[in-house]
Every structure is written in structure tokens, then in C-alpha cells.
């Protein structure tokens, strides 16, 4: 049984690094062709990709955040990370991870950070 | 960065009607996912690589297209199908289209 959980800070402030981990579980990001991705979605709003690491270290990030994202995983202890860097309160959302392998095809929860001074 | 349009925005079906979504690409993609996702909860795959349906989903629905246009479809509309469906292109970088939210009518 595949189940992701998605773990964060809950509120930070502005100018602060977010840093989320997801714990995973019935896969290995040490397989060939695994991945986890991680998207999020502001309240109300769609979603928007931010970053994917793969199972030979792969990693490929949304442009549009590049220079703020770092993502990396602990195959060891079945995690993968996500830092933002200087963060505002547009970065407010649910954050989730997922499963890739033909698309996202688990999900997690999702964690829900706010950026509030 | 390929832009992804969904129509429409929202929309409203009876049961037992047929419903269809469109997705157009700003290019040529090689396949669509599809999302469904209801309020308080994570998307669910829903179709994957344009026409193959998820674990789970009823054969009510359907999905095709290619190139940048792409469809997803609901051959008699049931209640559980009310929640909103985002297309998903699969070339770096990644994008959603906006989302269509069904209702029940």
C-alpha cells in the first residue's frame, strides 16, 4: 500500500525558508523510474507544480521558482524534502507530494503553510 | 512553457446527461493527465497518458485528444461525479490547466 504524508512548519514568516518534508511508504525512491513530485494549491486556486526528484537523483524545478527551490530525499529513511527560500505570503498554500511514475499517482494530504508576519 | 486551457470554468449537469471537458495546449504534447478533486481533499488521478482510466474510475468516463487538444468525458452524469477536474501536460516544466468545477444539476 502506497501512502505519502506531507509534514511543514505550519505558519512561517516573510523572508523565512520553508522547509517540508513528505515520509513515504510501499515504495522505494531507490527503483528505477520512481519519483516524487511536489505541487501546491493556494486556497480557492488550481495547482502549479514546484519541483521533481527521481530515483537516480534527478531533479528538475518550476522556472518560475527555480532560484528559491531545493529539492532532495533520504532514500534510506523513504523521505523526500522541499526547501523555499525567502518566502512571502504568496507562497500561502496546501503543499502536497506525489508518487510519479506515468503521472502523480498517489497523493498525499497535503499540509497547509501560511506566511504571516 | 506550455499553458494549458480548460473549458469550461464551471459548469452544471443532470444526471444521466453526457459531459464533456476540453483541455487545449499552447503546444503539442504527447499525452494528458487528468485530476479530479473535490473540496477538502487531495486530486486523485483520474486518466493518465490521455485515455487510460485510473484504478477506481468508473468506465463512464473517457479521455482523448492529441497534439493540444484534448477531452475528458462523462457518458451519464452521476451525482459522485460533481468536483472539479484539472488537465496536467507531462514535458518540464509541468503545468495544470485552471480546473473546470462540475456541479450536480
Known amino acids: 500500500q502506497v501512502t505519502l504524508k506531507e509534514s511543514g512548519p505550519g505558519i512561517l514568516q516573510p523572508s523565512q525558508t520553508l522547509s517540508l518534508t513528505c515520509t513515504f511508504s510501499?515504495?522505494?525512491?531507490?527503483?528505477?523510474?520512481?519519483?516524487v513530485g511536489w505541487i501546491r494549491q493556494p486556497s480557492g486556486k488550481g495547482l502549479e507544480w514546484l519541483a521533481n526528484i527521481w530515483w537516480d537523483d534527478d531533479k528538475y524545478y518550476n522556472p518560475s521558482l527555480k532560484n528559491r527551490l531545493t529539492i532532495s530525499k533520504d532514500t534510506s529513511n523513504n523521505q523526500a524534502f522541499l526547501k523555499i527560500t525567502n518566502v512571502d505570503t504568496a507562497d500561502t498554500a496546501t503543499y502536497y507530494c506525489?508518487?510519479?511514475?506515468?503521472?502523480?499517482?498517489?497523493w498525499g494530504q497535503g499540509v497547509m503553510v501560511t506566511v504571516s508576519s | 512553457e506550455i499553458v494549458l486551457t480548460q473549458s469550461p470554468t464551471t459548469m452544471t449537469a443532470s444526471p444521466g446527461e453526457k459531459v464533456t471537458i476540453t483541455c487545449r495546449a499552447s503546444s503539442s504534447v504527447s499525452y494528458m493527465h487528468w485530476y479530479q478533486q473535490k473540496p477538502g481533499a487531495s486530486p486523485k488521478p483520474w486518466i493518465y497518458e490521455t485515455s487510460k482510466l485510473a484504478s477506481g474510475v468508473p468506465d463512464r468516463f473517457s479521455g482523448s485528444g492529441s497534439g493540444t487538444s484534448y477531452s475528458l468525458t462523462i457518458n451519464n452524469m452521476e451525482a459522485e461525479d460533481a468536483a472539479t477536474y484539472y488537465c496536467?501536460?507531462?514535458?518540464?516544466?509541468?503545468?495544470f490547466g485552471a480546473g473546470t468545477k462540475l456541479e450536480l444539476k
Open positions: 510501499g515504495f522505494s525512491l531507490s527503483t528505477y523510474g520512481m519519483g
Open positions: 496536467q501536460q507531462w514535458n518540464y516544466p509541468y503545468t
Open positions: 506525489a508518487r510519479i511514475t506515468t503521472n502523480f499517482d498517489y
